[in-house]
């Protein structure tokens, strides 16, 4: 009998930030990341210590330079995904209310994106099974 790899569970948490007009804000990976190039929700690796909403308040600050009140947050969906490396566990918030304007703070390319057109972008595995719950909210 062989024995299944072990894959360590990455736990990393993101945000459909929602505009007035019903887009989804998605973020480009930049240059010299894993999946450089490909289009994701705003968000990060939840580390010790840290909620998920924890995590994505620190990390829409820091990315987006936005502020978001934890009640402002409703968990949507998750991913549950394995990677060549490790298995990916991503809740997926949404968010329509936040302070500020988003702005790239990493240098990274920024859309606002309607749900049903988020599959002419290209995006990690993990993220398209969530475009169908994105679809049918907005």
Known sequence: MSEKPVHPILLVTACALVDADGRVLLTQRPEGKSLAGLWEFPGGKVEPGETPEESLIRELQEELGIVVKPACFAPLTFASFTYEKFHLLMPLFICRRYEG????????????????????????????????????LL
Do not use: H, T
């Open 101 to 136: 304007i988003p702005r790239s703070m990493e240098g990274q390319a920024l859309k606002w994106v309607r749900p049903k057109d988020m599959r002419d972008y290209p995006m990690p595995p993990a993220d398209i099974p969530l475009i169908p719950f994105l679809i049918d």
